[in-house]
Every structure is written in structure tokens, then in C-alpha cells.
């Protein structure tokens, strides 16, 4: 079955740079999309990025345009996010998401990594 590993959360001050990784893996894995997602205590869960992966067409909340960054290795079935200039309101649990085809929905996700900026 597909798997996603995230990694690279982290405590951090504001301001900082974290990296995140997400890795694909398993049998039949495939992705027409992947994109990132972030859930803080007692919230809902929101978009905060997304690329597809034939193309790299990229998208970015408001949030955090200009100070993310999407990217994708296709040979490594990974989808990375640099976060750049970190803000306590960046704080929450990111998860990645694979959409397996055009007419999928978001159908499989990693567990998780959690990103705790402080002031």
C-alpha cells in the first residue's frame, strides 16, 4: 500500500528556515498532484501548498507566498517544502498528500511532522 513519511519538523525560533520532506513509497504508488497541508491545535486543516507532478505547476496559500517554496524530485517520489522566514502562526502539524490521479481526490497521507515556531 502507499506510504508518505514527512520529516524535517522541528522546534524553531521565529524567523528560521525548516525543510520538510515527503516521501512516496509502495506498490503502485503514483501522484498526479501532492501538496502540503498544516492542522494547529484545535483548527482545521489547511492547504498550504500544492505542485502537480507532470508539470510543477505550483500553489501557495496567501499565507505563505513569497516565503515557501514547493518543490518535487520525481525519480525519489518526493515532494519537499522550504519554509523560509517562520512564523509563530506557521505552528501546527504539516501533513503531504498524494492525489493518485485526475479524478482523485486527496487519497493518501503521511502521518505527519510537527513545526513549533516561538517568539
Known amino acids: 500500500q502507499v506510504q508518505l513519511v514527512e520529516s524535517g519538523g522541528g522546534s524553531v525560533q521565529a524567523g528560521d528556515s525548516l525543510r520538510l520532506s515527503c516521501t512516496g513509497s509502495g506498490r503502485g504508488f503514483s501522484s498526479w498532484a501532492m501538496g502540503w497541508f498544516r492542522q494547529a491545535a484545535g483548527k482545521e486543516r489547511d492547504t498550504v501548498a500544492a505542485?502537480?507532478?507532470?508539470?510543477?505547476?505550483?500553489w501557495y496559500a496567501n499565507a505563505v507566498k513569497g516565503r515557501f517554496t514547493i518543490s518535487r524530485d520525481t525519480a525519489k517520489n518526493t515532494v519537499y517544502l522550504q519554509m523560509n522566514n517562520l512564523k509563530p502562526e506557521d505552528s501546527a502539524v504539516y501533513l503531504c498528500?498524494?492525489?493518485?490521479?485526475?479524478?482523485?481526490?486527496?487519497?493518501?497521507w503521511g502521518q505527519g511532522t510537527q513545526v513549533t515556531v516561538s517568539s
Open positions: 505542485i502537480s507532478w507532470g508539470r510543477g505547476e505550483t
Open positions: 498528500a498524494t492525489q493518485s490521479g485526475i479524478n482523485t481526490g486527496y487519497d493518501y
